[in-house]
């Protein structure tokens, strides 16, 4: 399995580049990962540029430009899966440092006859926490050439499997994998919840 993890975005609300922030003295990219490492033989870093964000992990981390610039994630899941070994791919932002080994694990259990597996909390999608299939390529290419970014769009022309909030309650009943970084306060926060969970000693 490969995991693709974006980070070609622009960081505009928080001012500096999410990957790079730290939880206990790792950054948060690194969180993801060390989470990652656990389910894949290669990881893939999307960014807008193709620059290398530093990070380490026991598997193959290949880093790729964006091929359709400025398209946002849906042109960073295009450009993972055209560089992707594997026939289908775990899919997750960089700023989500909560992520589910166990759920993660469970998507892609299910993703053999698939070509999306995606959690939905009510009506509400997690696209980015997902496992896509290069089936989706060609999709997403006539999406991305419409100058269609909206990643939604993708899954009425593609077969999809919703993971419901019942199913997915017994992997990570509190939705964690779902927490991204968009503020200072959101990365107060993530690192107050990491501390009293003790998932590290202290933030540096």
Not at 39 to 57: F, K, M
């Amino acid at each position: 399995m490969t995991s693709i993890i974006l980070a070609g975005g622009k960081s505009s609300r928080l001012g500096r580049s999410k990957a790079l922030q730290s939880i206990g003295g790792k950054s948060l990219i690194q969180w993801v990962v060390d989470c990652l490492t656990i389910l894949s033989t290669e990881i893939i870093i999307a960014t807008a540029h193709g620059e290398a964000i530093p990070c380490s992990s026991a598997v193959r981390i290949k880093t790729v430009a964006d091929i359709y610039p400025g398209k946002g994630p849906l042109g960073g899941i295009y450009s993972g899966l055209m560089a992707s070994s594997s026939s289908r791919a775990i899919v997750v932002g960089c700023d989500t440092p909560f992520l589910s080994v166990s759920l993660l694990e469970y998507m892609t259990q299910l993703s053999s006859t698939l070509d999306v597996v995606v959690p939905r909390i009510k009506k509400k999608v997690e696209p980015l926490c997902a496992v896509y299939s290069k089936n989706c390529l060609a999709p997403i290419q006539e999406l991305l050439e419409q100058d269609e970014r909206q990643i939604i769009k993708l899954f009425s022309m593609v077969k999809v499997k919703y993971v419901e909030e019942a199913e997915m309650n017994s992997f990570d009943p509190e939705h964690l994998s779902f927490f991204n970084i968009n503020s200072q306060a959101d990365l107060n926060k993530a690192r107050k919840l990491a501390a009293e969970r003790g998932w590290l000693p202290k933030d540096n």
